[in-house]
């Protein structure tokens, strides 16, 4: 069975639904069963390159509220993250151009390397508070995972390196209509758009299974 999720790193519940979407895979027994492949999509393509804004600043100023206004916009959030053990720390976050981490990322994939980056960045970023703009924090993902990171690098420094390949999930975005992440095709034929219930992608990773 192939999946592909559309999601960004920045993505409040792009990482709380991959938490359920692997919780499913379990819970439903197709482990090992599945091939997962991981869309590009940036869900702020405006945000600075620089060091960002703090994420409650950024709320403050895009909705023009206070910060205990903000910090309340936050806190179902959190609690949603919460279920699927994640610990959600706002205060450290800061608003981020993802365009780099979607790079290398694309980058990680002919290493079988894209679920475990993919992990290990959002982990850094919801619950570390890492800036995503720092190309330390990105190579430093890398060493971890025991990748080049001269390469890396490299990627990094060429502004043009797997622009291409984010071209192509935009475009595959535009197809299919996806306007917000996270977005989840099933087999080509089953979507789930958001960070849904467990038992929402149990049903259909079984409706799935069940294409000839």
């Known amino acids: 069975m192939k999946i592909e999720v559309f999601s960004d790193f920045s993505c409040p519940f792009c990482y709380i639904g991959k938490k359920e979407l692997e919780r499913a895979i379990t819970e439903a027994g197709y482990t090992d069963q599945v091939e997962i492949e991981f869309k590009a999509f940036q869900i702020d393509s405006d945000a600075s390159k620089e060091v960002g804004q703090s994420y409650y600043e950024y709320i403050m100023a895009h909705h023009k509220v206070t910060l205990e206004q903000a910090e309340h916009m936050t806190a179902d959030i959190m609690e949603r993250a919460k279920e699927v053990g994640l610990a959600y720390n706002f205060s450290a976050m800061k608003k981020v151009h993802t365009e780099n981490a979607h790079r290398l990322a694309k980058w990680t994939k002919q290493f079988a390397k894209e679920a475990a980056y993919t992990e290990a960045l959002m982990a850094a970023y919801f619950i570390d508070g890492k800036d995503l703009n720092d190309e330390a924090v990105l190579l430093a993902v890398i060493q971890k995972l025991n990748l080049d990171v001269?390469?890396?690098?490299?990627?990094?420094?060429?502004?043009?390196?797997?622009?291409?390949?984010?071209d192509k999930d935009r475009y595959d975005a535009q197809q299919i209509g996806v306007q917000s992440v996270p977005f989840f095709v099933f087999n080509n034929r089953y979507g789930i758009k958001g960070a849904e219930p467990n038992e929402v992608f149990v049903r259909t990773l079984h409706q799935a299974a069940e294409i000839k």
């Not at 390469?151 to 060429?158: F, I, Q, T």
């Open 150 to 166: 001269a390469e890396a690098k490299e990627v990094l420094s060429d502004s043009k390196a797997f622009i291409e390949e984010l």
